[in-house]
């Protein structure tokens, strides 16, 4: 479904990926493990081709992706429900899916606030309703349950259990346990690469 | 108090201070010729307002003016897209707008009675002097998009057009409210000078022009007081439909 082959990214000169690759397979659940600055949001971002390699390749077809970055990338001029609904049709025959999809990341009351008026946590639960709205065969998450606390971050991880079904994902975390949660088999980064 | 009164108060304040200084100005000179008072150049412009001809006048340069701010907006809004969007168009139209922008006014207006009939040429003015605003502010605001969301319309594969309606046109939005803002201003006094120089039949620029060949001082401080009005009231009202077409379009908050 998805192959990275030997990625090399340098960043003004320096190395931030060398000789990388992975391979996800449909429906497969992978989780990227490592110190922070060792290329795991970099190598996410070659994925989702928003950043070539300087060399390697990226072969396959993920077909529908959505992803949740570490900051939650709204509209800030569209109300929490707009920002759902933009993904879908971004008319009001899908504005009924859009709200169905906010209640269950809890977030009923907050429909029509403008991300300046939420919470982090809650911005980050209003990009993974979009998300998942979206019905992607790729889900690609880099540190999606920042700002949710212990309880709330459960319930989300079981909301994504049961959401995502055949879909693949792509996880980046430093938390052992919510890759273990959503099912993922975990690659640690090792000596510049993730085995 | 609250804020907005007391911005209100201190604004009346202001503008009583200056018109002291004026009355007082004008009373250590003592000629109307040289410098009448606020009361009669105010019982002037009423006395002017009263007559169709007047309003013929000032209908007529408004129409002019406009025209050129309208071409202008518009033009200066397609080369800004035309240049953020092609590297080509960007070196080709960059030092274009430079040029236009640093080259005096009276120039243009001087070649432009050459090349172009007097009905035709405020209104190329304004347009000259609006244009190179607007194209640096629109280009601004294209600049201005916020790459992180860019991304996440890609990854969600937004058409072209929800792109431009849901992320370029409401970062745009304040960009081109202080281009318009600034734009009348420039548009409007490039205008009425090039009115004073061409005297194209009806214009203020005219009637400028002949308050000032008369030594009418007072007219000619009753036109100008014409013309501030006119340009403070056309910047409201145009800002004020930017903005409820921003709202309507979801470019701002309702």
């Known amino acids: 479904m998805l192959e990275l082959n030997n990625i090399s990214v340098r960043y003004d000169g320096k190395s931030v990926l060398s000789g990388c690759g992975l391979s996800l397979g449909d429906g497969e659940r992978l989780a990227l493990m490592g110190p922070s600055g060792c290329g795991k949001t970099t190598l996410l971002r070659v994925a989702l081709s928003l950043q070539p390699p300087d060399t390697g390749s990226v072969s396959g077809d993920p077909g529908r992706t959505a992803a949740v970055f570490q900051e939650p990338r709204l509209l800030p001029w569209r109300t929490a429900a707009e920002n759902v609904n933009v993904v879908l049709s971004d008319t009001p025959d899908t504005m009924p899916e859009a709200l169905s999809m906010l209640e269950r990341v809890e977030l009923s009351d907050a429909v029509e606030k403008y991300p300046a008026e939420l919470s982090g946590g809650m911005q980050q639960r209003v990009s993974i309703a979009r998300a998942l709205a979206f019905r992607p065969d790729l889900l690609v998450l880099d540190e999606p349950f920042r700002g949710l606390d212990d309880e709330l971050r459960g319930r989300i991880v079981s909301l994504l259990n049961t959401s995502l079904q055949s879909a693949s994902l792509l996880l980046v975390t430093h938390s052992e346990e919510e890759a273990k949660t959503l099912g993922c088999r975990v690659l640690r980064y090792q000596d510049g690469r993730f085995v | ?254």
């Open chain 2, 1 to 254: 108090m609250k804020p907005s009164l007391r911005k209100a108060l201190l604004s009346l304040a202001v503008l009583l201070f200056w018109l002291g200084v004026w009355v007082l100005a004008s009373a250590l000179v003592g000629q109307e010729l040289l410098l009448p008072s606020p009361l009669q150049v105010l019982r002037r412009f009423l006395a002017l307002a009263g007559t169709a001809a007047f309003w013929l006048t000032v209908g007529t340069s408004i129409l002019r003016v406009l025209t050129g701010i309208v071409c202008a907006v518009l033009l200066g809004t397609l080369l800004a897209f035309l240049t953020e969007y092609s590297a080509l168009c960007k070196a080709l139209f960059s030092p274009v707008m430079m040029l236009v922008k640093s080259t005096p006014v009276a120039s243009f207006i001087i070649l432009a009675l050459i090349w172009l009939g007097r009905g035709i040429l405020p209104a190329f003015i304004s347009a000259l002097m609006v244009l190179p605003v607007v194209w640096a502010n629109v280009s601004a605001g294209i600049a201005a998009r916020d790459p992180l969301l860019l991304e996440m319309a890609r990854i969600y594969r937004f058409p072209r057009s929800r792109v431009l309606r849901r992320i370029t046109l409401p970062t745009l939005l304040p960009f081109f409210r202080s281009a318009l803002s600034s734009a009348l201003g420039l548009g409007w006094k490039a205008g009425i000078a090039a009115e004073v120089l061409t005297v194209p039949q009806p214009s203020i620029g005219k009637m400028i022009f002949e308050s000032k060949l008369y030594l009418e001082t007072t007219d000619l401080f009753a036109w100008t007081l014409t013309v501030i009005l006119l340009s403070l009231l056309i910047e409201k009202i145009l800002l004020k439909l930017v903005l409820r077409a921003g709202r309507k379009g979801g470019a701002v908050h309702a």
